[in-house]
């Protein structure tokens, strides 16, 4: 999938793998030991994550259901935990500084634009 800023014009990640089941949201990044610039991973649903286990700092986007930003953590580093976003329905995990060099502020509108045949977002 292609994550994409409509606000910003630019393309966030895009190679972004879905994290929607048990077994794919326990799993996460766990395993790797490192984040290409161009990784993303969404969990749905989401309102707070999780890094422990990791290997590597990361930043978070979590968004509401209509794509919008609704909070921002970044460099969040391994064995960490988040806050509780209520408004959030999902979570954007990225490279580390990604949140800062793609520009991404709260209220930005992202765009999902599926690469595969994916029956989860509409």
């Known amino acids: ?56 700092s990361i930043d978070v986007v979590f968004l509401d259901n209509d794509r919008q930003v609704v909070a921002l953590l970044e460099k969040m580093r391994p064995f960490r935990c988040s806050k509780f976003y209520r408004d959030a329905k999902m979570a954007l995990e990225i490279k580390e500084g990604k949140i800062q060099e793609m520009r991404i502020e709260i209220g930005d509108q992202l765009k999902f634009t599926c690469t595969q045949k994916y029956k989860g977002l509409k």
């Open 1 to 56: 999938m292609i994550v994409s800023n409509i606000t910003k014009e630019n393309i966030i990640c895009p190679n972004t793998r879905v994290a929607d089941t048990f077994f794919t949201r326990l799993k996460g990044l766990l395993g790797k030991t490192d984040f290409a610039s161009d990784e993303g991973l969404l969990i749905i649903p989401c309102q707070s994550v999780h890094s422990v286990g990791m290997k590597f």
